[in-house]
């Protein structure tokens, strides 16, 4: 049955079939890779990490320029840049209208270490090395002047 053929030897629909093939190929390739916004390498960021419940002064130890680690991996996440403190708060009930208020803590701080870091940002996530960096995102960094649990409070793009 050669006259259903292009040139005598060619189907028509196994073209088809192969041009379809290599569309949804190229489409799915296109389509699933994560879209780069920065450059290959990567954009400076500074991101506020939030220790709750620190001594009073806890944040006077702490000294700009320190290599900052991340104690579960090992790995290196950035450097201080600033730290500060404000009044560490807590939830307490008031009883008499029905309600939690939040109140001071006497003689205790919420100490704020800001870490500059350059980063690959994707679509998807912000990429500090092998680190994915996430706000409200609870981490354990340490460093020479202070280790502990904190809680990612913010992150800027510089």
Known sequence: MRKYRLFGFINPIDVLIVAAIIAIVWGLYV??????TAAAGGQVIHYT???????EGFHLGIEPGAAVLDSVRGLHI???VDVFATQALEDAPDEANGIFRRVPL???EATHVVIEANANITDYAIQIGQFQLRTNQQIFPRSRDFGGQGIVARIEIQ
């Open 106 to 108: 006497e003689g205790r």
């Open 78 to 80: 950035g450097y201080v």
């Open 31 to 36: 389509f699933s890779m994560p879209q780069q």
């Open 49 to 55: 990490i939030e220790f709750t419940n620190r001594p």
